[in-house]
Nanobody, 122 residues
Framework: VQLVESGGGSVQAGGSLRLSCAAS????????MAWFRQAPGKEREGIAS????????FYADPVKGRFTVSRDSAQKTVYLQMDSLKPEDTAMYYC?????????????????WGQGTQVTVS
């Protein structure tokens, strides 16, 4: 079971990045997929999630209207499109798999994490 993120980097405020998370080794298509982030000195927070059928995605308030989560089941990949980036979006971003998504909060039980990809907004 493995999740591998890519797409992080450095960008100026107002710019965009698209993160990707490629899954292998498990039943990807039946799982909730989520994105978390952790800034230095802060707790990890769930910012977006998408169910196996793509319905009712969750977005945390700080990213709502700027970030979009999507998934490509054929490619076993989940994406996080990040637009209008702000310096406060600077963090390590992690992909995660969970058995269950919620439409109003991040998933509560994670059974696999990616290694993370750094996003820096200046």
């Amino acid at each position: 079971v493995q999740l591998v993120e890519s797409g992080g980097g450095s960008v100026q405020a107002g710019g965009s990045l698209r993160l990707s998370c490629a899954a292998s080794g498990y039943t990807y298509n039946r799982n909730c997929m989520a994105w978390f982030r952790q800034a230095p000195g802060k707790e990890r927070e769930g910012i977006a999630s998408i169910s196996f059928n793509g319905h009712s995605p969750f977005y945390a308030d700080p990213v709502k209207g700027r970030f979009t989560v999507s998934r490509d089941s054929a490619q076993k990949t989940v994406y996080l499109q990040m637009d209008s980036l702000k310096p406060e979006d600077t963090a390590m971003y992690y992909c995660a798999a969970s058995p269950l998504c919620f439409s109003t909060q991040p998933p509560q039980r994670i059974y696999v994490w990616g290694q993370g990809t750094q996003v820096t907004v200046s």
